[in-house]
């Protein structure tokens, strides 16, 4: 979709300001690179992503010619021009950005037309940005796909269910002992599959309670549940940027989402606990003007959960936030699921990179 097809540039390209902001404000809140440029290629703006990427100031780059900010400006000039005279409404070509003090940075350029003559609109998409934000976009509408499916199975799952455990009951009580042994099995595995729907269903049941999280508190309560757990040969190492500063959140649903996390990791570690050298290091850091969920923000915690175990298997990396996918015997593959559910309700996202004997799971959560 042509980029003069999203709202925010369409209000920014009206000529009446939005909300009493100047006319081109809104493209600071853009997560790609935009310039409105006249079509002899001076620029007239340049938007905040722009300015990081260029590593020059906005006063610098606005009256400059924005062709000799690549690598071929021949390419552009032409397409400026071709806009002008309305050849086109609208064109896309890769190109190099060139970049004070850095390589060149391969993008995807879209020059298109404004309502004002004389005037074009260029957007530039990094490629590598470009496929994160397409990963991103997936695991998003993967997550909310995962959502809908767990809701429907487990309500479909959970009405026959009681009726099974109570037929089994009844029965019970009518055959002799010597076949209760049957009967039991069918309760255990009914109350088993009971669990199971109740923790499917768990995050849309309990209210979004709000207050104040301080992440490593959050942290900090994990790392003592997975040491209780795991007494011996696992090291849970903390590596904090306290800087970071409280912000609004469901305390509770974090603690979760890190404890599935930490908990899988854990679960990995089996070998190397066995070995004495298990380790899982919580790591937090402050990301700044970053992009995730289709949005652009000034601020963000990064909280890493890495190990030094064997790595998540090729077979499911492309699918561990699936619900009920798992790399362990005997898994029920939800704690992902669930943790990505949870992050997401903060307007976050769960990202992971895994290599044998290093995967990091990197929590995104915005900050205020």
Known sequence: MDGLNKPSIRAAL???PVSGLPRFQAFDLLATLVAVVRTNGTVVFANAALEDALGTSRRTIEGSQLPDCFTEPLILQNALEG???NEFAALRYDAWLRRLNHEPMPVHVVVAQTDTPGEAIVELLPLEQQAKQEREERLIDQAQANKELIRNLAHEIKNPLGGIRGAAQLLQMEIGKDLTEYTQVIIHEADRLQTLVDRLLAPHRRPH???DVNIHEVCERVRSLILAEFPKGLKVTRD?????????GDREQLIQAVLN???????ALAERIAAG???ITFKTRIARQVTFGKQRYRLA???????NGPGVP???KDRIFYPLVSGREGGSGLGLTLAQTFVQQHHGLIECDSVPGRTDFKLLIPLP
């Open 83 to 85: 806009a002008g005279s």
């Open 14 to 16: 009206s000529s009446t």
């Open 261 to 267: 996390i930490a908990h899988n990791a854990a679960q």
């Open 314 to 316: 090729d077979s499911i």
């Open 240 to 248: 904090y940027d306290i800087s970071i500063p409280d912000f609004r």
């Open 301 to 307: 915690l990064e909280l890493h959960v890495i190990d």
């Open 277 to 279: 050298n298990a380790q």
């Open 209 to 211: 309670l709000v207050g």
